[in-house]
């Protein structure tokens, strides 16, 4: 995994394409540059920084279109709009559909590299936020029933030997699952336990049909 | 108009026919009056034939005279035979004459007539009443009582009325010269104006010439002031002892005088004389007509109810009120005109009124012609000036577009010169700290020169895309004037401007509407333009196929109400679009015409989306293609609200 940020660009203007590619290049960043929506959707993904810079005018569907199309998948790639000359309106969808900015041709280099530079440090939050939530998916999804059993009386505030009785077992055992359970999610304390808890909560809410 | 004539004609023809009819029955009715008892008059005038009075009294007396009454005529012509012999000879003559035909009723005219019939009565007709005329009443009250069988209407000159007349009629005279003769009778008369004139005295100075020897009296005449009128009657002899007949010197006198002459009597009328009050000789003779017939008919002398005096009347001479300048709004009511010629439109009545129909048809019609005229011109001109609007908006419209699709296509480009000139410029480390790289360079001046170069390419790219950003800005205040508007009416002129077109390539345009009304929001050039360019491009599309049948050369529109406002569709009967072209049918100078610019349809897009409309092209099931528009109704008006509730939550 390379830590140089990957700029797709989408234009289906060529020259403005390559002018575009090469100017971001020299600035430091790794590029793709795609003619059309379908070129781009037809790539995989690499799971690097990157962000996506979109033409809004395009043969076949438009750079709306593909902004709604990655949003339905769940791809969180940043996108800033560039546009030959932009109404009011499509602006508008634009930025309400998460849109970083809405640049217009000919744009200006600093202008160019900060809203990229603001499209990178979004995909950097965005990525970070989801590889915690993964990590600590994948965490959870170590426990054994019975350790979640405890972990869901330790999260509801229970004693152990509350937590013994319902499920009709030892306390002794309790104390035994909940060490390993407390190791398994690298909690160090039953505070620390009660926060993860929370992430949890709101990882299920949003990931509710994978959880 | 040859059918009025006939009809004036044909009256005439009827009221012929009528008086022929009258006459054959009165005819037929004085048929037997003559077998049986011819009635007999005998008229004895005292003067002479040739006197112009004899011959109006004779034209009165034939007009009232019963038909088959035997009318005998003598004249004594006392005024140039007299004596006892003379008297002698003609009661002889009469007496013996009428011996075989003795007349049941004599008529003396004048005063010697009168006299003479009394003084020898009995030796001539003794028992035949006697009807008299044109004899002055004083003359009567100067004879010895009349015998009852003797009657007749005295006669009066009135010199007063005709002097008063005269003063009214010439209000400036200061003089008025009275004429009178050297005769007996003329004497009498001349005491007697001597006395009337009196009344005058006021208003004017009267001078009398009395018997002067006529040249002298006419010399006089002559010489006479213009703030002069002259009254006679004529004389019936002159200073010198000549005889006149008063007329002849009444005329004599108004030819010689240089002011207006005024006269009591009726008979000179053409002589020069002005006019004036006297007994009508005419309506003498018919009251004379109208005593013997009833003498006649056996009605008793003395029941005769006579006026005791003839009354007069006026009579005018046009030409002399003309001459002298007569004042014409003192002539009475009642007055004789003679000589005045009958004015265009009293002699050519019928003509005229054909004429002032024909010429009121006439008039009416140039009116009727020329407010036509003046209508179709307003018509043509609003016409016109739609056409202008159209092909103004159209201009505009062209331009636009165009101007539009030339500045996106140099965009393009001057954005891709900017980004590579960006690229370059980080490449050869421009930024800060740009010296001491530029020392590292093999170079520096080299560098130095790129990064000027780069420099100057930038700033020019950037003025360039200044200059589009500025076109755009204008052409984007094209404000569109938003009314509402009826699309039915709107579509009804398009195919109402369109047909002469349609009807130029053999082709049928038809308009078909679903909704009475169709009321939208909108500019009502621009939606007419987006109707025409459709309309326009489906006729090419027709004429673009070979000899098309004729059912496939129609175009229609149609007009329905949808959920979100109208759609308008244009369909046409040619080829269709060729798939792979649906969609860049609206693309700016996309076009599969060989002469067209592809403009159409794109401004047509533009202009239906400033409408918050929307426009799509398909190919119909029958064939050919289908251009649809759909607009937002009035009140509905959906886009805009869309985009308003959008721009409030943005």
Known sequence: ?211 | MPRFVCFLRSLRCARRLLGLLGCALLLASAGPATATEEPRILVLFGYQRALPATIKVEQGLDETIAAGTDVSIEFLDSARFSGEAYVRAVTRFLRDKYAQRPPQVIVAGGEDALTFLLSHREALFPHAPIVHFGIRRSMLASLAPLPADVVGIPIEFDAVRTIDLALRLSPRAKRLVLVTGAAPWDRAWEARLRKEVTRFAGRVTPEFLAGLPTDELLERLRALDRDSIVFTSGYFRDGNGDDFIPVAAGAAMARAASVPVFAPSDTTMGTGIVGGYSPSYVVMGREVGRSVNALLDGVAPQALALPAVLPTTLNLDWNQIRRWRLDRDEIPEDAVIHFREPSFLEAHRDEAILFAVVMLLQSGLIVWLLVERRRRRVAEQAEQKQRFALVHASRVSVAGELTGSIAHEINQPLGAILSNTDAAELILGAGAGTDTEAESWPDPARHRELRAILADIRRDDLRASEVIRRLRALLGKQRTESTPLDLVEVAGEVVALLRVEARRRRMTLSLDSAVQHAIILGDRIQIQQVMIILVINAMDAIDAMDAGAADRRLVVMTLEARARGYRITVTDHGTGIAPEHLEQVFESFFSTKPDGMGLGLSIARTLVNTHHGRIWAENAAAGGARFQVELPALGGARGESRFNKEGASA
């Not at chain 1, 203007?13 to 020299?26: C, I, P, Y």
């Not at chain 1, 769940?74 to 800033?80: K, M, N």
């Not at chain 1, 979004?122 to 994948?138: F, H």
């Not at chain 1, 499920?167 to 309790?174: D, L, Q, S």
């Open chain 1, 1 to 211: 995994m390379s830590d140089v940020a990957l700029i797709h660009v989408v234009d289906d203007d060529e020259s403005q394409r390559v002018a575009l590619l090469r100017l971001l290049g020299a600035a430091g960043f790794e590029t793709r540059g795609y003619g059309c929506t379908g070129e781009f959707l037809l790539q995989p993904l690499p799971d690097r920084p990157a962000c996506l810079l979109l033409d809004m005018h395009l043969p076949g569907p438009s750079g709306l279109e593909l902004q709604a199309a990655l949003q339905l998948r769940g791809c969180t790639l940043p996108v800033v709009f560039l546009t030959g000359y932009g109404d009011v309106a499509s602006s508008v969808q634009a930025m309400k559909a998460g849109a970083v900015d809405f640049l217009s041709k000919p744009i200006e280099r600093d202008a160019l590299l900060d809203a990229i530079g603001r499209a990178l440090a979004r995909d950097r939050a965005l990525r970070a936020a989801g590889r915690e939530a993964a990590d600590l998916r994948s965490r959870f999804a170590a426990l054994t029933p019975r350790e979640r059993e405890v972990f869901d009386g330790v999260v509801a505030g229970k004693l152990n030997k509350q937590i013994a009785e319902a499920m009709g077992i030892a306390e002794r055992t309790v104390k035994l699952q909940r060490a390993q359970m407390m190791r398994k999610l690298g909690a160090g304390s039953a505070a620390e336990l009660g926060a993860l808890a929370e992430r949890l909560k709101g990882l299920c809410a949003r990931y509710s049909p994978e959880a």
